[in-house]
C-alpha cells in the first residue's frame, strides 16, 4: 500500500509545486510562528502550490513562550526529516524571514541552493540592493508574490525541467572547473 500512496504522491506533483517553507524556529514565539505559517500556508495553496511547513509538520504546540531545543536527539530527528522533505519531496525553498539570523535556516538554504540547485525564494523585508539577488530566483515581502513566481515559473515538471536545464548549463561547467582547480592548485 505504500507504494501507491508514493506513486500518487509522485504523479501529484508532476502537476503541482511543493515548496518547502523554512524559517526560524528556535528562539521564536510559538503562537506568533504557528500563526505566521498557516498564512503563509493559506497563501500558497489558494495559489496552487502545495506547502510544506516545519512548523505544521513538527506540530509545534501553541503554548505561551519561546521554542527551545531540550533534546539534541530529537532536534537531530527534526533536521534529518527536514534534510529528507528538502531533497526528496520539496521542488523549491522559501525561506520566510531570510533576514533573522537562524543556522539551522542556513544549512537548509545551502542544501536547497548549493548542493540540489533547486529553486530558492526569500521572503524578507525590502533591503534594497543586495548580493542575494544575483543567487536566488526572488527576493520578496509579499506571499503573494512568492506564490505566483513558484507557479508561473516551477508549476509543473515540464516548467521545473526548463528552468533545471538552464540553471545546469549556466553553474555545471564553473562548477566542475572550480573542483579541478582545487585538486591541482
Known sequence: ?????????????LFTCR????????GRNRREMINRAKRICAVLRKAGVEPISPV?????????GVLRNLSKLR???????????????????IL??????????????????????????????????????????????????IAHYLVEHHGNLYKRIKWRLVMINRCLPKFLAAQLWQWIH
Open 56 to 64: 505544521i509538520e513538527e506540530r509545534v504546540q501553541a503554548r505561551r
Open 1 to 13: 500500500m505504500k507504494i501507491w500512496k508514493a506513486l500518487k504522491y509522485w504523479f501529484q506533483g
Open 19 to 26: 515548496a518547502y517553507v523554512a524559517c526560524k524556529m528556535t
Open 96 to 145: 520566510d524571514g531570510a533576514d533573522a539570523k537562524s543556522f539551522g535556516m542556513e544549512r537548509e538554504y545551502a542544501l536547497n541552493r548549493f548542493w540540489l540547485w533547486k529553486p530558492t525564494l526569500l521572503l524578507m523585508p525590502n533591503q534594497g540592493i543586495t548580493v542575494a539577488a544575483f543567487e536566488d530566483d526572488l527576493i520578496s515581502d509579499d506571499e503573494e508574490a
Open 75 to 93: 532536534l537531530f530527528k527534526k533536521w534529518t526529516d527536514d534534510k529528507r522533505i528538502i531533497t526528496w519531496k520539496a521542488h523549491a525553498v
